[in-house]
């Protein structure tokens, strides 16, 4: 059963759209590319290109049959360059590579996020059974993690040296870590044969991980930053939402849709999971994994400033934010983010 065949028409959050200045562009674009990483994570974005959402929310804002095409990248940082060169309008991934970009072009094409797109738990998994902590890592271990230094994994695990080791130690782990996409870190950890012992990863890869025998967790990134923090964003350019404020609107009721498509009903979220994404696991696994009190899907961002204060102290990007809203487009700014 498809997902929108359980659901019928979606139902659409009242998402209010106050972007001020913005100025109807005499045409707006006839194609969009939006791009996402793997994952559950990305739940949203699944349910919005298998249902069309956009291509629907576009046509009946009279913008006509707009082309959308999808990508698949292992990381932010390759997103960033796509959506730099223009060849992506809408990019997703962890906030780690948003802030970064979101603070080299203020003064340019002026990148900002459109939503969060959960709160989530990031889990380092080893299946080293002398690690119990960060200070038992060795020359001989090796972490995979979606981006070396810059994806949220790099930054979290950043912090968390920071805090173990002390001030100035923030990149104490890093020699120790690997660029793997979520699927292949995985795959390396548990497949043996690999230097790779160790995994900071996203769901569901980490839970399936912690169902092998042998594996266990040695950080969560909420302990990291004292409770829930936003995972994933979405986002865009200043200069690609002003030209399309139209295309912009659909964006935001299709990805508000998808979202309250997956919290009315789990269980349905996870059976076209399981289905999209081809996986192994079982509907009532991605079923216990959605209705964890600690996974939400939700556009409320939660600890960015976190993030964002300890990458502008390290030197990673050279301006703070004043506040989370400075970050968001508009239409998140009235939400109770931090």
Known sequence: MKFRQKFGLPVLLGTVLTLGSLTSALAEVSEVAIAQQYGISYLPLMIMQENK??????????????K???????GGNVMNDALLSGDLQFASGGLGPFITLWAKTRNNIGVKAIGAMNSMPLLLNTNNPDIKSLKDFTEKDKIA???????????????AAEKEF???????LDALTVTQSHPDGMLAMLGGGSPINSHFTAPPFQYVELEK??????????????GPHTFNV????????TANPKTYAAFLRA?????ALINKDKQAAAEFYVKAAKTKESVAFIEKMLNDPNIEFTTTPKNSMKYAEFMQRIGMI?????????????????????
């Open 145 to 159: 993690l979606p981006a070396v230094k810059v994806s949220i994994q790099a930054i979290t695990l950043q912090m």
């Open 213 to 226: 025998p042998g594996m266990h967790t040695v950080l969560n990134s909420y302990d990291v930053t004292g």
């Open 234 to 241: 979405v986002w865009a350019s200043t200069r690609f939402v």
């Open 68 to 74: 959308v095409t999808w990508a698949k990248f292992a």
């Open 166 to 172: 002390g001030a100035g130690q923030a990149n104490r």
């Open 318 to 338: 050279k301006v703070k934010p004043s506040s989370w809203k400075e970050m968001f487009f508009p239409n998140v700014r009235n939400l109770p983010g931090s």
């Open 53 to 66: 959402l956009l291509e629907k929310e576009t046509k009946a804002a009279g913008l006509g049959d707009v």
């Open 255 to 259: 990805f508000d849709s998808a979202i």
